[in-house]
């Protein structure tokens, strides 16, 4: 489908999409997104509901799954690399995901006719703004900023096919790790990072060469193989961390122009191998261009919906995106190391009423036993009872009764129930409330 944007409109935040734009005439127009105008030019492609998944932040959503495996590779990150008991890494993941094509490929040396750039692949604002299609993207510039370790987090958008492991947006995890010298040869202070001919203070006098398949001409045989051993048994510790010590895992040689050497991380999960990260060690043109000239660095980028699903047995990535309670209280508040298996969630829809009731003057909100009252809801509903929360808690200023305020959620899982029928049955729940607690309905 082909979205184009109307000639001067206006558009205000990115609630548009309820509109039709896509007969709208092809025009050149600027296209507001949040506060900014962007020149829209042969290269925008963005469709309105693209712009509808922006600044949702599934991944900081406490509960959302992706958070959940977010804040598990962090910890793991956090308590394997410590120095002076601080974390070494620093984590970015509220950058913005409109980026420049120089950030999204030039920076990272992919060249011009890369199949990556191409308007096919990628949601482009214009010819040179675009939505990341990676987190590698912020590499660079964080890298000039002076960083040495550190995660990147975020949401990417890539043009591709629809299925159940596919959605237009997904999260990434990308790492920097880098060492000087004395850092990675601390135990063997004769050996070196780069060759002998290879001057780091002036990289431009050196044409650093990728043709040996072992390791970039710049830099020795030992600093790479060292930095290899360190980025597999860390990204290795990482998947052991989340899966448990028995998972079966492999490792395949890959190319990213960002990267060499590089390789590929699968999984063995229900009878297949699944790739779910790509690393490799990082080209020293970007360090150089980006600033540390005497250091030797590997990078890594992972997808979080497929640890999510392969963690969880989520069997649809749309389901990241649900506001469904049934799914989301599944995530919440929830230890971060907790074993979740996903349980389906009806695809009728919920009905939620709530239930207020006066206690007895010998029960306070304290003493009352909630777990009394879902017994009685469930004795009652039955089947079609998917949740009951405690909303709310109140004690009258004068009277000085005590109230509390329970939210049911009715769902059947067959079938859409009519509002009547539901509430007949919360009815029902109000007058065993009255008999069994001797509570007074509100
Ligand atoms: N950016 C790569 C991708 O999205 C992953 C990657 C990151 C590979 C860092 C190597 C190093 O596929």
Redesign the pocket.
Known sequence: MKILFKNKRILTKITFIKNNYSTAPKSLATLRIGEKDYRTDDYTNITPKILSYLNHNLHLKNDNPLSLVRRRIVNYFYSSFTHRGNPTFSVYDNMSPIVSTKQNFDD?LIPDDHPSRAKSDCYYINSTTLLR?????H?SELLRAGLDNFLMIGD?YRRDEIDSTHFPVFH?I???RTQRKEQLFEQHPDLHIFEKNFEPTNPHTFKNSIADPTKQSCHTLEATKLMEVQLKNHLIGMVRHLFGEDIKYRWVE?Y?P??HP?W?LEIFYENNWMEI????I?RNEILANAGPNNSIA??????LERLAMALYKIPDIRLMWSKDSGFLTQFQNKNVNANIVYKPVSIYPQCTNDLSFWLPSNSSIDTFTSNDFYDLVRDIGGDIIEQVKLKDKFIHPKTKKHSLCYSIVYRHLERTLTQAEVNKIHKEIEEAATKTFNVVIR
């Open positions: 990272l299609a990676h987190m590698t993207a590499q990417v990434q990308d790492a920097v890959a990213f960002f990267t590089s590929e990260l790509g690393c490799g990082v590997y990078a890594f980028g992972l997808g």
